[in-house]
């Protein structure tokens, strides 16, 4: 059975700084694109960002551009979001989930093109 782990959530301060990872178990991690989600309480769930199977090309939504930034290494079956420049908004569970996408180079953003899920981790910032 495949599993996402998701780590590195806590309490952080607005303009601080958090990295969250995933580990990737029972799946051919290179053959997956991976992405972000998150979502905060009363609102839907929301993409943040994602990497290609590459690693060469990374795609984020609008409100994360310039501060969150979204690596893999794929010999670890790993994926990081570091995040910096924290506000109360970013406040949410965070999701990392496996796109099995055939191109190493496209990212795709709907939730429903993403065949695996992590069960989340929590991340609260204060302001």
């Known amino acids: 059975q495949v599993q996402l782990v998701e780590s590195g959530g806590g309490s952080v301060q607005a303009g601080g700084s958090l990295r969250l990872s995933c580990r990737a178990s029972?799946?051919?991690?290179?053959?997956?694109?991976m992405g972000w989600f998150r979502q905060a309480p009363g609102k839907e769930r929301e993409f943040v960002g994602a990497i290609s199977r590459s690693g060469r090309r990374t795609y984020y939504a609008d409100l994360v551009k310039g501060r969150f930034t979204i690596s893999r290494d794929n010999a670890k079956n790993t994926v990081n979001l570091q995040m910096n420049s924290l506000d109360a908004e970013d406040t949410a569970i965070y999701y990392c989930a496996a796109d099995g996408i055939t191109s190493l180079d496209l990212v795709r953003t709907q939730e429903v093109q993403y065949d695996y899920w992590g069960q989340g981790t929590q991340v609260t910032v204060s302001s």
């Open positions: 029972r799946l051919t991690f290179s053959v997956y694109a």
